[in-house]
């Protein structure tokens, strides 16, 4: 396979800072030529206490094994038995993708960068008037979770892909190059993400839009995730959004006790889902949520979001025992609820339950929850936001960077 020579040149030079992120993590120093994807096209990496795979088609999570408290091995991220159903599924939920190169919604499909409109491929929300969409979702109809990537570097614990995106695609402006890494080590995902603008200035958002449930599907009480206990410590913030979950400028007060108060204390993802605030809370008639939480730790002063005790988001099952705190150096994270799942997705043959009536091998409304840490949604159209520096991105300037770690445990309590 041959790489055009502008991406192995950046690849020389980005792949010793992407791949040495992890503390306890070899990266590629144990690279072997053996290595590869498996007959369902998995590309399988492994640490103490986890396995994990991906696939070439938007540099997805695939599998996250890990043993519940019972010592039973649950798979807690939805996706597909095989590679290639990825590429089949048309309704293309961005299964635990990295969408891209712009991630959530850009109103009315346009932007400006030094007095100059760009217009992007709307693909969400048509009406009369804008018959293929009142704006763009994840990059477009052909964002980077709709194109396979490149694996650059593989190893036990780690994998690296990469991507090209040339000037113009979907509307942008300038060629991105973008290497995605994952690394597992004790107990711990990590994620880091860098893309390059290489020709003219260009917004640049990516996320990981994995979708979790915590007890791998098989809870034999309920089918959701509404068991699940949420915390979002620093998070007494949202972005205002509209009925099509638009940005409207505003910065919303999660008010204590309120239906978005998840800083106050840690509660269930259901606990609040029966109140009438709930309904409208994702936009025109849903109920539950798909909410951009701002995330504010500079009011404790500086930080290093690495530090233990300093997550963001505090996910647990108090079924499986199965705990995850995510730590990212992003300020913010959207929080949807699977408020649009209808029992149409399988589940995979890794999870779920056999000879249940009561629980058929899909997956439910509020069956899931995806996680997507990120900056201030569609901050592109809102410069009073002053975002800019996080998200417009120039050749020869700073690359766009998204570091995150995903750190599982057991936790045996009822409550987190």
């Avoid at 009369?128 to 109809?141: N, Q, V, Y």
């Avoid at 108090?318 to 209808?342: E, F, H, K, M």
């Avoid at 997956?363 to 159209?381: K, L």
Wanted: proline fraction near 5%.
């Amino acid at each position: 396979m041959r790489l055009n020579t502008h991406l192995a040149t950046l690849g020389a030079l980005l792949l010793s800072t992407v791949t040495a992120q992890s503390p306890g993590g070899t990266g590629s120093s144990n690279v072997t030529s053996s290595l590869g994807p498996d007959e369902n096209g998995l590309y399988w990496i492994y640490s103490e206490g986890l396995a994990a795979a991906f696939i070439a088609y938007g540099a997805s999570i695939s599998r996250l094994l890990i043993n519940d408290q019972y010592g039973v091995q649950r798979d807690v991220v939805a996706g597909f038995d095989n590679a290639t159903a990825y590429e089949l599924d048309k309704a293309h939920p961005h299964l635990g993708s990295v969408p891209g190169r712009y991630a959530n919604r850009i109103q009315n499909s346009t932007f400006e960068i030094d007095g100059v409109t760009y217009h992007v491929d709307p693909n969400e929300n048509p009406t009369r008037a804008a018959p293929e969409g009142a704006d763009t979702l994840h990059g477009g109809s052909d964002g980077w979770d709709y194109r396979n990537f490149t694996v650059v570097a593989h190893s036990e614990d780690s994998i690296t892909f990469s991507i090209v995106d040339p000037d113009g695609k979907e509307g942008f402006p300038g060629e991105v190059i973008s290497y995605i890494t994952y690394t597992l080590h004790d107990y711990t995902w990590d994620f880091k993400m860098v893309a390059i603008a290489t020709t003219k200035k260009t917004p640049i958002m990516l996320s990981s839009h994995t979708y979790w449930n915590l007890d791998g599907f098989a809870n034999n009480e309920t089918n959701t995730v509404l068991n699940h206990t949420l915390h979002l410590p620093y998070s007494g913030q949202r972005v205002g959004a509209d009925n099509i979950l638009i940005p409207t400028g505003d910065i919303v007060p999660n008010k204590k006790g309120s239906v978005n108060d998840w800083w106050s204390t840690p509660k269930q993802i259901g606990a609040d889902i029966s109140k009438p605030e709930a309904n409208g809370n994702c936009g025109f008639n849903c109920t539950g949520y798909d909410t951009c939480y701002l995330i504010n730790r500079e009011q404790h002063g500086a930080y290093d979001w690495r530090a233990e005790g300093g997550y963001v988001a505090r996910l647990h099952s108090p079924w499986s025992g199965i705990q995850l705190d995510v730590y990212t150096d992003q300020d913010a994270y959207q929080l949807y609820s699977c408020n649009g799942q209808n029992a149409t997705m399988p589940l995979k043959t890794t999870q779920g339950l056999d000879g249940n009536a009561d629980f058929p091998r899909t997956i439910p409304q509020y069956g899931c929850v995806v996680m997507e840490v990120e900056d201030w949604i569609d901050a592109i159209n809102h410069p009073e936001w002053q975002r800019q520096s996080k998200q417009i991105f120039s050749p020869g300037g700073d690359p766009y960077v998204l570091q995150a770690s995903y750190v599982f445990s057991i936790n045996a309590t009822a409550t987190s």
